[in-house]
């Protein structure tokens, strides 16, 4: 069933990416469905809004760790993270939910 759930959240982020183009913007909403829909099964936003403060965080070890467990592809990892680390409001995707 996790395999479905799975697949079907990658299916849906490239689909996303497909629809919405490369927008700052799209990116930004692709972002944060993927951390709705993926991170926010194991664990509450307000965990990642919380290391959000730590402005040494190592996001790219972090999403690394917690992608191999969710099982995400690297592409979703990698987009997780420039959308962590590059966006210039990223609290603003994952605290104001």
Known sequence: MKKYLVLGSMALFALSIASLGTSQEAAEQVCQQ?????CAKCHSLKKICAKLDQKNADWK??????GQKGKLSQEVQDAVVVCLTTTSEP???VCDQ
């Open 61 to 66: 070890a972090i999403v690394a760790k917690m």
């Open 91 to 93: 609290k603003k995707l």
């Open 34 to 38: 993927t951390l709705q829909n993926n």
